[in-house]
């Protein structure tokens, strides 16, 4: 996983500058996702738990949203200079550099976690210890809203070269799955597609961690 997770980490080091210029502005022209992240802050704000971590935060332009939306939220980074250039540009905010598997948040503490295409580069034999950290940090009834390219045909994951570094797009059933098996539940599914050349869907999938759930 730490090999894996140093490529990606450089990999995303060396295009700061540019993927901010190209996606920070990106949701004023995807309704879809936009909307999806709209719900998402709704549902968590009625839970009354306002602390949310937006996981894989990039430039840091989701986290100043879910901030407007009126969230607690602070954005988590594996890529130091990705949360160099977020503190920059939301200087009010709090971001800091984490691992998704080792996220620097206490157990039950976060009514969300949003992971917009964060995931994608995981390799799939590594995702359920992903999945498994959202499940430990969020708080009964907390929510998590993950988005990735998905795929309804197909049983395994499609490694892809991505433009930053290696992705993968998930046959969205599969997805699902995986996180019932991580003891979320999915009320919520959003597929749609963006005109890709790849052929893969938007895919956004809305769950939360029932009562139930015991913390890990």
Same mark, same amino acid.
Not at 190 to 201: A, I, K, M, Q, W
Not at 207 to 216: E, I, N
């Given at each position: &996983?730490?090999? $894996?997770?140093? /490529?990606?980490?450089?990999?995303?080091?060396?295009?700061?500058?540019?993927?901010?210029?190209? @996606?920070?502005?990106?949701?004023?022209?995807?309704?879809?996702?936009?909307?999806?992240?709209?719900?998402? !802050?709704?549902?968590?704000?009625?839970?009354?738990?306002?602390?949310? !971590?937006? *996981?894989?935060?990039?430039?840091? +332009?989701?986290?100043?949203?879910? +901030?407007?939306?009126?969230?607690?939220?602070?954005?988590?980074?594996?890529? =130091?200079?990705?949360?160099?250039? !977020?503190?920059?540009?939301?200087?009010?905010?709090?971001?800091?550099?984490?691992? &998704?598997?080792?996220?620097? *948040? /206490?157990?039950?503490?976060?009514?969300?976690?949003?992971? $917009?295409?964060? &995931?994608?580069?995981?390799?799939?034999?590594?995702?359920?210890?992903?999945?498994?950290?959202?499940?430990?940090?969020?708080?009964?009834?907390?929510?998590?809203?993950?988005?990735? @390219?998905?795929?309804?045909?197909?049983?395994?994951? *499609?490694?892809?070269? +991505?433009?930053?570094? =290696?992705?993968?797009?998930?046959? *969205?059933?599969? @997805?699902?799955?995986?996180?019932? /098996?991580?003891?979320?539940?999915?009320?919520?599914?959003?597929? $749609?597609?963006?005109?890709?050349?790849?052929?893969?869907?938007?895919? +956004?999938?809305?769950?939360?961690?029932?009562?139930?759930?015991?913390? !890990?």
């Amino acid at each position: &996983m730490l090999e $894996h997770q140093d /490529e990606t980490r450089a990999a995303y080091d060396g295009v700061v500058e540019l993927y901010a210029s190209m @996606f920070t502005s990106r949701l004023e022209t995807r309704p879809f996702a936009r909307n999806m992240i709209g719900t998402f !802050a709704e549902l968590v704000r009625a839970t009354g738990n306002l602390r949310v !971590a937006d *996981v894989g935060c990039g430039p840091g +332009h989701l986290t100043a949203m879910l +901030h407007d939306l009126g969230l607690d939220a602070f954005g988590l980074d594996l890529s =130091p200079a990705m949360v160099a250039h !977020a503190r920059r540009a939301q200087p009010v905010l709090r971001f800091d550099e984490a691992r &998704m598997e080792a996220l620097p *948040v /206490e157990d039950g503490a976060l009514g969300g976690v949003l992971a $917009h295409y964060s &995931m994608i580069h995981t390799p799939p034999g590594e995702l359920p210890a992903l999945l498994a950290e959202q499940v430990r940090v969020l708080a009964p009834e907390g929510l998590l809203l993950v988005s990735f @390219f998905g795929m309804t045909e197909g049983s395994e994951p *499609v490694r892809f070269d +991505h433009k930053v570094t =290696p992705a993968y797009s998930w046959p *969205v059933d599969l @997805f699902a799955e995986l996180l019932a /098996e991580a003891g979320l539940v999915t009320f919520a599914r959003l597929l $749609h597609d963006p005109e890709s050349e790849r052929g893969f869907l938007d895919t +956004h999938l809305l769950a939360r961690r029932p009562q139930s759930v015991p913390l !890990a």
